[in-house]
């Protein structure tokens, strides 16, 4: 190739780069075999304890779920995961019907129209869910739960120094640790672009007044949805949102150390023209029959550039396969009765725990999905430390973020526990000294 | 060769679908103004659903299906190990809210990580967290920006960006309110003039890709160096295209204050037919204050996580970023070495100049000089034929080839921009080479008309976008009006 080239070392082919910025060589280790890389990284990563290794009570919208064998086999199917984007639409049919296939689920569970392949998770989700919002309605405040993860309105504050959106917290009631709608009241004016809440909210509490809620609401509303609960709570588009987001990794992937995740972001047909993301759309081939391409592209990045919905350009797609897969395997009644699992075992493990002396399960009063608020009468810290001793992960510890919950931590359940598994942890939870 | 890739008519899931209604007494333990009484998604026995998706799949192509020069997209063969080990449950089911002592394993990796990019890009610090290659410019600017204020520079709200930049870069820029100044390019190359006058008190940043989008390295990049700082202005890097230059020079030893870098690119982490991706950032010393929180700390014998961080600019997205991901592309490092990656760079350039020379007599690659990783051709020549550049890309499906990156960037008309990477052969690329040349000489029916071979027929994509249907509900409303 050098010969045909005119060239006699490769070292030729660099000479366009000046000797000032030359480097000789990379300051690393020399290669290793597979076989060596594959011990090496094994044995750093025993020094995890997992789900597997360790009962684990942790959620806060990453959730463990089992998830069947059929899903992991199709997504490491390679015709999948090593394509690029489906910019050529005719070599790329399996991809983009799976996707527009997960499109039509996501409608299905959240009542809206149009969603698009993915975000990279909840939290840039509701990023970009807020930037649609001001795009929308030309307002700048968003108004967002006092109960929400800390990342989430950590990130929110990140997309939100574009445009200088001012982002308000709404309090929840003490009682319920559900949305305090006369805060909300108070808070909503003319300048409200979006309200924004989740169901279940961080406490794990359904938010029972949605539809209270839409009626507060001049503005927009935005839904933070979990999907699997979507299977027996009512689709947010049936109770007034305009905007549905959530964390789709409970659907069939893994917690992977917080990523990759899906963010889940739906919305309304009249709004489609100013959504961020790919969507995928359905369309005729040369021959009239039927065919899938990427569609409304003029809203992204590589043509509309700086007036673009969103610099989105990767995007979180073959998660979304696996959602797909997830649904259709597991199915309608399948999706229904995890759902309903999940809410039984969190209620029942509330109660074992409430059970106990020094605990106090749930701290707040009404329905809850996979995960809810343990008070303990000792400081949380020892409690926290004790069950890691006793090989048992407790729940996700408050006291930083919600100093006003006092020794509080959220403590999730799904069908991945088992019996043995709750009777582990209640143990651990008595033996704390 | 000739290819023929399978062809179903796999109808959708939905269309499988029988109505269900949920039983009610199922509900009882929803909250009444909650319970959901419908709920229409297909209920099919798994083997079922499992053909169907396997179906799908073989009507999708993958680098392991054939040659995929995508240019700026650096898709080179992914090795099997790494997918191997990030389905291992000491991967896969850990959740990111574990107390520290618990994941330690995997804090080692995105630390050594870090250590491992921080040295390949000449930066002195580098966060994992940022979940694309997009958003790593996004966390670049808002990096750049943090400084600027903490400098007393609120008025640099101008981000100076060439014509062969991608899409991303203005969108980044656009996202947080910036102001863009577009430089034309002169001779494929950044025009140091016109940079001179471009810049000034309220530049916050030039973004640069080098090499760039042509696949011509910046030759006076040390100059432009000069001039962005003596502005006062910081130094971007677009790190699409760092593979061409792994272990020759760097981002940091060009001048460079920030640069972000795509695994799925140059550390060859599956891009999933469109995604995760993981876009860590480097940077200076000087912007190490206002990285994402929270910070890897190690201090000999733990790791940890630090949060207190004044300066920082907060988080871009949830936990630490993609770390199934970034794990792939520490086992991808790990089995390179510095011996390895160097060899990719030379692989990468190599192929890419040897395939320019094969294809240069019968379609022009505009602009002299060396190519890098990628060239761009112009199909401009055959319009003469009646044919054009997306014809030639759809005819090289049937020639088992995915098409390379067309109409970009905009400077070359008729763009065909082809990025071979060093995992390919002399033979694929040939193979490539006389396929192009080949389908130059077709009749321009036959162009016009492809592909023939793929599972279904030219798409017709304006007609998607004038009535778009993006889910079934969208569809059963549209059959209905």
């Known amino acids: 190739m050098l010969r045909a080239l005119g060239l006699t070392s490769v070292e030729e082919l660099f000479a366009d780069i000046p000797a000032s910025v030359r480097t000789q060589g990379l300051d690393l280790p020399q290669g290793m075999s597979e076989q060596d890389v594959m011990r090496h990284v094994t044995s750093i990563l025993r020094h995890n304890r997992s789900a597997e290794a360790m009962p684990t009570f942790l959620g806060a919208g990453l959730y463990d779920h089992f998830v069947p064998a059929s899903v992991r086999a199709i997504a490491s199917r390679s015709e999948f995961y090593t394509a690029y984007t489906p910019y050529q639409a005719e070599l790329s049919q399996g991809m983009l019907q799976s996707l527009w296939e997960y499109q039509s689920f996501i409608c299905e569970l959240t009542g809206m129209d149009a969603a698009n392949t993915s975000m990279y998770d909840a939290s840039t989700a509701l990023g970009e ?23 989430k309105k950590a990130v929110l504050r990140s997309y939100a120094a574009g445009p200088g959106l001012e982002i308000e917290e709404v309090v929840y009631d ?29 406490f794990g509490r359904f938010e029972e007044e949605l539809e209270e809620i839409r009626s507060i609401a001049p503005s927009l509303l935005i839904v933070g949805a979990n999907p699997i609960a979507l299977a027996v709570t009512k689709a947010p588009g049936d109770l007034g949102a305009d905007i549905v987001i959530g964390e789709g990794q409970a659907l069939g992937n893994a917690m992977n150390f917080g990523g990759p995740l899906i963010g889940i972001f739906a919305c309304r047909q009249e709004h489609l023209r100013k959504m961020p993301g790919r969507v995928i759309g359905i369309t005729k081939d040369a021959n009239g029959d039927r065919a899938f391409c990427m569609t409304l592209q003029t809203r992204e990045q590589h043509i509309r550039r700086e007036r673009a919905m969103s610099n989105i350009c990767t995007n979180e797609a073959l998660m979304s396969v696996a959602a797909a897969v997830h649904i259709a395997v597991l199915g309608a009644s399948g999706l229904r009765r995890v759902a309903l699992d999940n809410l039984r075992r969190a209620k029942r493990l509330a109660d074992r725990i409430d059970g106990l002396d020094r605990y106090t399960a749930p701290v707040f009063d009404g329905g809850h999905f996979n995960e809810f608020v343990v008070r303990s009468t000792i400081p949380y810290a020892s409690v926290h430390r004790t069950l890691l001793e006793k090989g048992v992960h407790g729940g996700l510890p408050l006291r930083t973020r919600f100093p006003e919950l006092g020794e509080a931590a959220l403590f999730a359940t799904t069908e991945v526990h088992t019996e043995a598994d709750y009777e582990h942890l209640l143990h651990a939870l008595e033996a704390v000294p | 060769m000739t290819y023929r890739q399978a062809r179903y008519d796999e109808p959708l899931l939905c269309e499988r679908m029988r109505p269900s209604t949920v039983p009610k007494g199922d509900l009882l333990d929803v909250p009444a103004s909650l319970r959901r009484e419908t709920l229409a998604l297909p209920d099919l026995p798994e083997h079922e659903v499992v053909r169907h998706y396997t179906r799908l799949s073989q009507m999708n192509f993958g680098i392991d299906t054939g040659f995929y020069p995508l240019g700026s997209c650096t898709m080179k063969f992914n090795p099997k190990f790494a997918e191997e080990l990030a389905r291992l449950p000491d991967m896969a089911r850990v959740h990111p809210e574990q107390d520290p002592s618990t994941v330690q394993g995997i804090l080692r990796v995105l630390y050594e990580l870090q250590e491992a990019l921080a040295r390949i890009s000449g930066m002195d610090a580098v966060t994992l967290q940022p979940a694309a290659g997009a958003q790593g410019e996004f966390t670049g600017l808002l990096l750049a920006r943090a400084h600027a204020l903490d400098h007393g520079d609120g008025a640099r709200t101008e981000v100076v960006l060439p014509d062969t930049a991608h899409g991303t870069n203005f969108a980044s820029a656009g996202m947080l309110g910036f102001q863009i100044r577009e430089l034309p390019s ?66 940091g030893r060009m001048g460079f204050d920030i640069t972000h870098i795509n695994t799925h690119k140059t550390f060859t982490t599956p891009h999933g037919g469109g995604g995760p991706g993981a876009g860590p950032v480097g940077v200076k010393k000087a912007l190490y204050p206002y990285l994402p929180v929270p910070i890897l700390t190690f201090d000999g014998k733990r790791y940890g996580l630090e949060w207190d961080r004044p300066k920082s600019i907060g988080k871009v997205r949830a936990w630490f970023g993609n770390a199934a991901v970034l794990m792939r592309a520490y086992a991808y490092i790990l089995s390179q070495g510095a011996d390895g990656l160097e060899r990719v760079a030379d692989r990468a350039v190599l192929n890419a100049n040897y395939l320019r020379h094969r294809i240069q007599d019968h379609l022009p690659v505009p602009f002299r000089g060396l190519r890098k990783h990628e060239f761009v051709a112009s199909g401009e020549p055959l319009k003469a034929k009646g044919v054009r550049t997306l014809d030639l890309a759809k005819r090289l499906m049937d020639y088992g080839i995915h098409p390379p990156t067309v109409y970009f960037p905009h400077l070359v008309e008729e763009a065909l921009m082809v990025e071979p990477t060093e995992t390919e052969s002399k033979e694929t690329l040939d193979a490539f080479a006389d396929a192009v040349i080949r389908i130059t000489k077709e009749d321009p029916e036959l162009l016009r008309s492809a592909p023939h071979n793929a599972s279904v027929a030219r798409v017709d994509e304006v007609q998607a976008a004038r009535e778009p249907i993006l889910s079934w509900r969208m569809w059963q409303k549209a059959k209905g009006a």
């Open chain 1, 129 to 151: 869910a807020a930037l649609m919002a001001h795009r929308i309605t030309g307002k700048r405040q968003i108004l967002i739960p006092t109960a929400l993860h800390w990342d």
């Open chain 1, 174 to 202: 003490p009682e319920t640790g559900t949305l305090d709608e006369d805060a909300l009241r108070a808070a909503v004016g003319e300048d409200t672009a979006a309200v924004y809440v989740e169901n279940p909210n961080f």
């Open chain 2, 186 to 251: 002169k001779d494929g190359r950044m025009d140091v003039k016109a940079l001179e006058q471009a810049v000034g008190e309220t530049t916050l940043a030039l973004m640069l890709t080098n090499p760039n989008t042509l696949g011509i390295f910046e030759e006076e990049v040390v100059e432009i160096a000069r001039i962005c700082h003596d502005a006062g202005a910081l130094l971007y890097y677009d790190g699409a295209n760092l593979n061409a230059i792994l272990g020759k020079t760097s981002p």
